[in-house]
Structure formats: structure tokens, C-alpha cells
């Protein structure tokens, strides 16, 4: 898998270019994914991710007081109350999105792949801007949370704790020659989905639909077997992309999106009537949010 600035080269790619005028939608690069085995990698890479990040959300919600026998203002109840199911939310709609991967993986021949990097994630597990961490719910999180589902070229700046992550060079093209597959340089979750589609699409091109989307059909996972009804069986491009597509809907700007809920609850935070929730660029885990925060997640 090496870095290119051309278009795909795939239907999809032709698609794209055709709209925007012959240019990129999106400002990062194309990660090229000219085999299977690299598109196997990468699948089982956006599921590791989206693995983690259902972790992250679900840190973050269990880090929240529930009542006032824990100290928490009983004012403040529904309202935190919110906040909480707004996060299980968020998670339950990235457990469709690593379902929707899985679907990925088995219809092109490999396995699920639930494995996942403990935490702390190792470095080199993804690329550097994008750091996967366990933060109590806070400004500090929200902020992280919001970072991570940006859509491409959307300047949201990171918590002021991952600063220097924006100095972080991206690795050099590898050599063919080098032994063991490494995480290509993406900025964006909706840049790694997109990178996939423009794979789906190429291979789908060069070996035929029929020779792609080997997996027998009986694999697939639909709303028949888990409650998303959005979860569809993936058995050709179309499905594939939609698959795909719907994985990386956080990161594309809809008003439903998980980026909006974030940004939504970070506005609720700032605007709280409490004035012990006021307060801005604090940690999560002390000042005002001491009041709203165990400090640890339950679910640690």
C-alpha cells in the first residue's frame, strides 16, 4: 500500500473525478490498495479502529456520575443523564459500523476480525494523528471525539493534550521489498473509508465482481441477526460501497452524524447552567468536571 495524489483508477475514482471537476473531493492523499491481501489488511485495520473507538465512547459514558449518591448535584441529573445516552448512542452506531466491516472482510474471502492493540495503544498501531486514548467525559474528551470524526479538510483542532501531534511527519513511501505490512499515513477515519472504496472499486475492475466477492453468503451479518436494520449483506460492488459508505457516514457532515452529536454535547457543556460546568480547556478529570466525573471509568 503506497500514497499517490492521482484519482482511482476504479469506477468509483472515475466517478469522483467526473464530479469535482477532475480533482480530489477530499484533500488527502489516495492510499492505493492494488491487491487483495492489502485490502484484507486495511479492513482488518478499520475494524481494529472502529473496536477502539466504540472503547472510547464507552469509557467516556461509564466515567459519569449517574445520582446524587455519587455527589452529583441533583440539578445536574437529567442533564448529565443526556449526555450519557447520547455516548451509548454514539457507540451503538460504531458497533454497526464494525459489523458493517466485518461484512467487508467476509464477502472478499477472510474472517472477522475483532482482535484489537490494548490499551494504551501501542504508537505505531495508526498513524499519529490519529490517537486512540481512555478519557473521562469532558471538554478534553469532547474535543478528541470531535477531532477524530472530522470530515477531510475540516480544521477542528485536537485537546490540547495531543498538540504536538500536529507536527508529526507522515511516514515515507516503503519499499516493496520491506517485510511486513505497515499502517499507510491517513489523517481521517473518513479518508481510510474512502481509500477502501477506491480499493473495492479497482479490484472489482481488474479480477471481476465474481472473483472479488468470494465469501459465501450465509457469513454475512444483517439486521435479521443484530437490531441495526442499516446492517445490509455484503455481496457485490454496489453492497460493498454502501458498506463502506455507511461506515464512514460520521465523518461526511450529516446533521445525524456522530460528529454532530459531539459537537452538539460539547456545546451543552460550555452552555450548562451549573457554574461548576462553565469553565473551558480544563481537564476532565478535575476543576469543574470533578463535580459531573468519577475521575476512572466504571468500565476500566
Not at 466515567?63 to 451503538?92: N, Q
Not at 467525559?137 to 475540516?154: T, V
Amino acid at each position: 500500500m503506497t500514497q499517490t495524489p492521482t484519482i482511482g483508477r476504479g469506477r468509483l475514482g472515475q466517478t469522483i473525478a467526473s464530479r469535482h471537476g477532475g480533482g480530489r473531493a477530499d484533500h488527502e492523499p489516495e492510499l492505493r490498495i492494488d491487491h487483495r491481501q492489502a485490502l484484507l489488511y486495511t479492513l482488518a485495520k478499520a475494524a481494529e479502529l472502529e473496536h477502539l473507538i466504540i472503547c472510547q465512547y464507552l469509557y467516556a459514558a461509564f466515567s459519569l456520575k449517574r445520582d446524587a449518591s455519587e455527589g452529583l448535584p441533583e440539578e445536574l441529573v437529567p442533564t448529565v443523564g443526556g449526555w450519557a445516552r447520547t455516548l451509548f448512542r454514539i457507540a451503538e452506531q460504531e458497533m454497526l459500523h464494525l459489523a458493517l466491516v466485518q461484512n467487508l472482510l467476509t464477502s472478499i474471502g477472510a474472517g472477522p476480525h475483532l482482535a484489537r492493540p490494548n490499551f494504551p495503544v501501542p504508537a505505531r498501531s495508526f498513524p499519529a494523528r490519529i490517537q486512540i486514548v481512555l478519557l473521562p467525559f469532558g471538554e478534553e474528551a469532547l474535543r478528541h471525539f470531535a477531532f477524530l470524526e472530522r470530515p477531510e479538510g475540516e480544521p477542528i483542532d485536537d485537546a490540547e493534550q495531543f498538540a504536538a501531534l500536529a507536527r508529526a511527519q507522515p511516514l515515507p513511501d516503503v519499499d516493496e521489498d520491506e517485510i511486513g505490512p505497515i499502517v499507510a499515513d491517513f489523517e481521517t477515519i473518513s479518508h481510510l473509508y474512502r481509500s477502501i472504496e477506491d480499493g473495492l472499486a479497482t479490484l472489482a475492475e481488474r479480477l471481476g465482481e465474481s472473483r472479488l466477492f468470494v465469501g459465501p453468503a450465509r457469513a454475512q451479518a444483517t439486521g435479521e441477526h443484530f437490531r441495526f436494520p442499516e446492517l445490509v449483506a455484503v455481496t457485490d460492488l454496489a453492497s460493498a460501497t454502501a458498506a463502506s459508505r455507511r461506515s464512514s457516514s460520521r465523518a461526511r457532515g450529516r446533521a445525524a452524524s456522530g460528529r454532530s452529536r459531539i459537537s452538539a454535547a460539547c456545546s451543552a457543556c460550555s452552555t450548562s447552567s451549573s457554574p461548576r460546568a462553565t469553565q473551558t480547556r480544563r481537564s476532565s478529570s478535575a476543576g469543574p468536571w470533578s463535580a459531573l466525573t468519577s475521575g476512572q471509568s466504571r468500565a476500566a
